[in-house]
Structures are given as C-alpha cells and as structure tokens.
C-alpha cells in the first residue's frame, strides 16, 4: 500500500489518550460484509454500504471499493463518459492511478494517496480512466470512491473540483504509536485534513500495525462508520471480528476503537481502514443511477436535463479521441 507511509511515526502529533470515565465509547451496532460487483466498463468492486440503512449513513449515500486487483496487460478498465447531479464525490488512490476529467474543466491523474473531489451540484460530466500505460503495462490497482450527500440548499450549487495530493493529508499516529492516520477530511484529534464538503464530514485512512490499537475521538454529532480496506482486526471495545470487505457502524458515543490482530496475512501484513463519519443532513433522499436528489420528481427533471445537454458537453478533445490525445487526462 504505498499510500503516504511515515517511517517514523514517532515525530507525529499523537491521538490524545482516551479518558474512559468522560469518554463513551461507540457501541458496535452492525458489521456488514460487501458484496462484490462492477462498475463502469467492468472494473471490480466491492459494495460497502450495502445492507445497511441509507438514514443511518446519512450523509453518505454509497462507497465503493475498487479492486484491490491485479490486472494482466490490457485488462484495467474505467467507466464512459456519464453525469451527476446533486452529491460529491470523493476518489482515494492506494495502489495504480486513475485519470479523471470534467465537462467543468476539473481533472488530473491521482495515485499512491492523492484525493480528487468532485462537487457534482447542478450537473456534471466526467470520466474515470487508468492512463495509456497502466492500460498496457497492467498491474495492481486499489482506491475507493465515496458519495457524499448535499443538503437541498446546495443540491444546485456551482460545480467544484479539489485535487488533494498525498502530502497535504494530516497526518497523526495513535496514542500507541502503532497506528499511521491520514486525515483527508475534516479535524479529527486537532488534526485538519485539506477537503472541504458542504455538509461536516470527517475522512480518515489508518494503517494500524499487528497488534496496534486506536482510540479516536469523534464528534458525537458525526455518525460513525469503519470499513475495513485490507487486514484483520476488531471493532469497538468488545473486539467484534472485522476482515477486508466488511464495514463497522458505531452507535452513539465519543470515541471509535479499531485493534489489528497480531498476525496477518502477508499479502495485507498491516490493517487498513477508512473512519468516516459526518453530520446527517435528514432529508428526504431519491437516489437513482448517477442523481441523488430530495425527490422522484427531481431525479426525472435531471434526466431531462442530461437528455437535453445541460448537465454540460464533453470536452472537443475528447469527444474525437478519448483518452489517448497530448490534451489527455493525465497530462
Ligand atoms: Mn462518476
């Protein structure tokens, strides 16, 4: 996972240690395990929030986690050009790259780290593809794309784009030292990650070495979710069994607690998790295919709207050679 590593985490701010008799730990209230799917034109995924309760991943709506695969030579595949209206999304790179471009002019290539944030709003066009050579070359390729709500007040804000390199995240190691914390959104422990969203959320990939545990605190007015990316190790204060593919939910509370097991496979030899959390918007949510909106209503007007080329037009260069061209997306 070459993600931002630290070599000695020693030298980072530290997780305050938990004060239990005015710190309520998060009960552990379900873990799910993700089922497997495609997406795009036929790259691996594993659902990461199905089975669970959309009011209670409030304001998430969907994440997805992408491989982890290993591609033979001509097999990395990304999605068609397709639109988005009324949420964000959040694209993380562990292993491999992804290119990315927009009808709003956004784009760039991300790897080992790197964030792209897209403000969908009112409408959107983009595409999601390996570059040129990794299309060639094959190889392993690892992220997660998450869906993030936006409250009806800005479900037709202005589109937006935020290219966060790996070195921007804040970083912080548990209070034991054994766990690395990249913190992509939000302020967890006094530490401020660099993207922003309309609605509060907190973003956090922790690598926890075997045996490692981490008390984080979280804002009670945040839900609380743990997804485990790779590894092996346990949630909550009874230590509930969680592997790769399977995602935590915590009840109310202050802190969130993630132990690795002290052996691991090889192949993962530590375990990594995303903690994500934020503030329920407590809408009323129509989601379908690409539009997440208040209503029924609203997702038809946006497929007429797409229909009728206001969600925008696909970039010239594009629309002649996708994806290949010197005005490709990973230039
Ligand atoms: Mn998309």
């Known amino acids: 996972m070459p993600a931002i590593t630290v070599e000695q985490d020693v030298t980072l701010p530290r997780v305050p240690r938990v004060d239990p008799t005015v710190q309520r730990a998060r009960p552990v209230v379900s873990v799910t395990t993700a089922p497997t799917g495609f997406e795009g034109e036929g790259f691996p995924v594993r659902r990461a929030f199905a089975g669970v309760d959309l009011a209670a991943l409030d304001p998430f709506i969907h994440m997805d986690q992408m491989g982890e695969v290993e591609y033979a030579p001509g097999e990395p595949k990304g999605t068609p050009w397709h639109p988005h209206r009324g949420f964000e999304t959040v694209t993380y790179i562990i292993d491999g790259e992804m290119a990315h471009q927009d009808s709003n002019g956004g784009g760039g290539l991300i790897t080992d780290g790197d964030t792209q944030w897209m403000t969908a709003g009112a409408g959107i066009l983009h595409i999601e593809t390996p570059p040129e050579h990794l299309v060639a070359s094959g190889g392993l390729f690892h992220g997660f794309q998450l869906w993030v709500n936006l409250p009806r007040t800005h479900k037709l804000a202005a589109p937006r784009y935020q290219d966060i390199r790996a070195g921007k995240v804040g970083l912080l190691s548990s209070s034991d030292g054994g766990a690395l914390l990249r913190v992509i959104a939000g302020e967890v422990a006094g530490q ?78 530590d375990l990594d998790v995303l903690v994500l ?51 490709s997306p990973g230039d």
């Open 277 to 327: 959390g934020g503030r329920p918007i407590r809408e009323p949510v129509f989601a379908y295919g690409p539009f997440v909106m208040n209503t029924r209503a609203e997702v038809l007007r946006a497929f007429e709207d797409f229909q009728a080329g206001r969600l925008g037009t696909i970039p010239a260069a594009h629309a002649a050679v996708r994806g290949s061209s010197p005005g």
């Open 192 to 269: 401020a990650g660099p993207g922003t969203t309309h609605t509060p959320i907190a973003l956090v990939h922790a690598t926890l070495r075997p045996g490692a545990s981490l008390a984080l605190p979280w804002r009670r007015d945040f839900n609380a979710l743990v997804y485990t990316l790779a590894g092996r190790g346990g949630v909550g204060q009874e230590r509930r069994p969680m592997r790769m593919g399977q995602l935590a939910l915590f009840g109310a509370g202050d802190t969130i607690t993630v132990t690795a097991d002290e052996t691991q496979e090889s192949r993962s030899p």
